[in-house]
């Protein structure tokens, strides 16, 4: 079955200590996206990427990193500048060919950082 | 003004209610609307896309009004496993703009 796979589940990481969060996607979508949702919040968007090696801020980047090597991957990293990196963080995927098409989330990856 | 705004809610209904939730966005200028349902602690997912025209899927109902800018969500003969957090969501100029709303909670009891 296709879809975007989101690793690992529950994430528990350190003050100070840069962390790593694995996206794939197997629909051969050439879009995919960062969301980060805090409680009593929307989903904010943190990167996106069209197309292979390319990628965009989204309008709370700062303190994230991400790269896309290959179409079915979009990594996101953490870094200890990050203020509240503490959040249930989504990935996303969608086509390009058109405006109405819709996003397709993973199951997020839950980060606490104490 | 919020770019999306929804009330959070919690909507209490019983089983078998006729409830409607409506979202108000503020970007005249928005392509493409979306209704998502999003269960505690899980990822949202696509309930159903929102055409000009209006659109139905079984027991929901989805209605855009550009003139007053806001869509709506009907949901007809609630079931229990209806109860979830549904969220607005409207795609801005440009692509990549997706903004998302904080979500209207609904809660069916027997």
């Known amino acids: 079955d296709g879809g975007i796979t989101q690793s690992p589940k529950y994430l528990f990481r350190k003050e100070g200590q840069n962390v790593t969060l694995s996206c794939e996607q197997n629909l051969n979508h050439d879009a995919m996206y960062w969301y980060r949702q805090d409680p009593g919040q929307g989903l904010r968007l943190i990167y996106y990427s069209q197309i292979v090696n390319d990628f965009q801020k989204g309008d709370i980047a700062e303190g994230y990193s991400v790269s896309r090597e290959k179409k079915e991957s979009f990594p996101l990293t953490v870094t200890s500048a990050q203020k509240n990196p503490t959040a249930f963080y989504l990935c996303?995927?969608?086509?390009?060919?058109?405006?109405?098409?819709?996003?397709?989330f993973g199951n997020g990856t839950r980060l606490t950082v104490t | 003004r919020k770019e999306v705004e929804q009330d959070p809610g919690p909507f209490n209904v019983p089983e078998g209610a006729t409830v409607a939730f409506n979202c108000t966005y503020s970007n005249s200028a928005s392509q493409s609307f979306f209704w998502y349902r999003q269960d505690c602690r899980k990822e949202p997912k696509l309930l159903m896309s929102?055409?000009?025209s209006g659109n139905e899927d079984g027991r929901f109902t989805a209605q855009l009004n550009r003139a007053s800018q806001y869509i709506s969500l009907l949901i007809r003969d609630s079931k229990l496993s209806d109860s979830a957090t549904y969220l607005c969501?409207?795609?801005?100029?440009?692509?990549?703009?997706?903004?998302f709303g904080t979500g209207t909670r609904l809660l069916v009891s027997p």
């Open positions: 929102v055409y000009s």
């Open positions: 996303a995927s969608s086509i390009m060919t058109s405006t109405n098409s819709p996003l397709h």
């Open positions: 969501v409207v795609r801005e100029t440009g692509f990549q703009k997706l903004v």
